[in-house]
């Protein structure tokens, strides 16, 4: 399934360049990935275009630009600074500590806010393998700034590509 999604983020990188969903479901299979990785694919991109929608994002009026930051939804209310979120044991267990520890650096650097982790914990339940690897949650994290139709800072983007078993400690 992770092919699959690599695949539509490095060809429909622009999210309003992706088509339908029935539509890239032939375009992958025109491509050669087997059905049941479509499948999956599509049943999870499904979930993540439903978790996106749900989500407003307040647009100020002095910028054109979303802060991701800030909430417009009703019932949706913003996470106060002191606020912690505690994970159930299944997301523990299905999650593991690495991805979890991941999950927790990028929230303290301010790259992922409170309505983007919720929805990137979401998927990752929803994907296969237990713990999810690090790799994948990458993958995860990338899929779900592309659902809002943003593009990481260079750094951000750099640490979600980079291979980490390549680095040498200085």
């Known amino acids: 399934m992770f092919e699959v999604l690599v695949y539509v983020y490095e060809n429909y990188w ?13 375009k992958l299979t025109a491509v050669g990935f087997e059905a049941e990785e479509i499948h999956e694919a599509l049943v999870w991109l499904d979930g993540l275009n439903i978790a996106a929608q749900s989500t407003q994002i307040c647009v100020p009026a002095e910028t054109s630009k979303p802060l991701l930051g800030q909430l417009n939804a009703p019932g949706i209310q913003a996470q106060s600074v002191g606020s912690l979120r505690v994970y159930s044991v299944s997301e523990q267990e299905h999650l593991g500590a690495q991805t979890l520890g991941f999950v927790s650096f990028l929230e303290s650097a301010g790259v992922l806010p409170p309505h983007m982790r919720e929805i990137v914990i979401d998927r990752a339940m929803a994907a296969p393998g237990n ?40």
Do not use: N
């Not at 622009?14 to 032939?26: N, S, W």
């Not at 995860?140 to 400690?169: H, K, N, T």
């Open 14 to 26: 622009q999210g309003d360049a992706c088509p339908e969903l029935h539509q890239l479901g032939r």
């Open 131 to 170: 713990p999810v690897t690090l790799d994948d949650l990458k993958i995860i994290v990338l899929m779900v700034y592309w659902s809002f139709g943003e593009e990481p800072d260079a750094l951000v983007l750099d640490e979600l590509c980079d291979d980490a078993e390549q680095r040498l400690a200085h």
